[in-house]
Structures are given as C-alpha cells and as structure tokens.
C-alpha cells in the first residue's frame, strides 16, 4: 500500500508499480530455472556445473575455518608469572596454513573452470 497526504497523488502509479513487480518475479523464475537447467545439463571438468558450484562453494567454507584455524594456532599467549597455565596449540599454524593455501588453490582452479564455462555455454530456455 502506498500512502500518500490527502489531497495528494503519488508520484508514480501503484498498480502500474505492482505490475511491473509481478513481471519482474515472473521473468526472475524463468530465468532462475533456466540457469539451474543451464548448470546441471553442462559439464565441464568431469562434473556439472551445479556440482562444481556446491564444491567450490564448500570448499569456500572449509578454507574460512583452516584461516580461522590458522589464526588461533598463530596466537601465543604471555604468562605474566612462571605459575600461571601454560597455553599451547595442538595444531601446528604451519601444517594448518599449507593446507589453507592449497584448498586456495583448489577454489582459484574451480572459479576459473566455472567461469570459462560460463562465457563459452548458451542459456537452455
């Protein structure tokens, strides 16, 4: 609902506004489901598009907690006497950050991949 002052009009038209609202969504489903078509039709790299999609996208998740993994095992921590808890990492940062740079890798490889198919595949309608 569009409120306007008494007396007033609105700018523009309100059912010309939710028609072009409704239009819009509809156009967007079309083209949602000609994408989702799109990426589980084409295959590049052995995989659809879609799986490859889901595995850079998990991959991405996995690289944030090796990062925040690297970061936490990166940290030390200061006793200000000789009595106080000793604090220590039972991760090396090292060994943790090798593996953040290769699952880096692995994501840079999957976006390339992804992004060459998308320039070269035809949306299927």
């Given amino acids: 609902m569009i409120l306007v002052q008494e007396g007033e009009e609105p700018a523009e038209d309100p059912v010309l506004l939710l028609a072009e609202l409704n239009a819009s969504v509809d156009r967007l489903e079309k ?5 989702n078509l799109t990426n589980g ?3 590049a790299g052995g995989m659809t598009l ?4 889901a595995k850079k996208d998990t991959l991405l998740l996995k690289l944030s907690a090796y990062r925040d993994l690297v970061y936490s095992a990166g940290q030390s921590t200061n006793r200000a006497r000789g009595t106080e808890i000793k604090v220590k990492a039972t991760l090396k940062a090292s060994d943790l950050q090798r593996e953040a740079d290769q699952i880096s890798k ?4 999957l976006d390339t991949l992804l992004q060459e198919t998308n320039w070269s595949t035809t949306l299927m309608e």
């Fill in 31 to 35: 083209l949602m489901a000609a994408i």
């Fill in 50 to 53: 879609t799986e490859l999609i």
């Fill in 41 to 43: 039709c084409t295959k």
């Fill in 106 to 109: 692995e994501v840079r490889q």
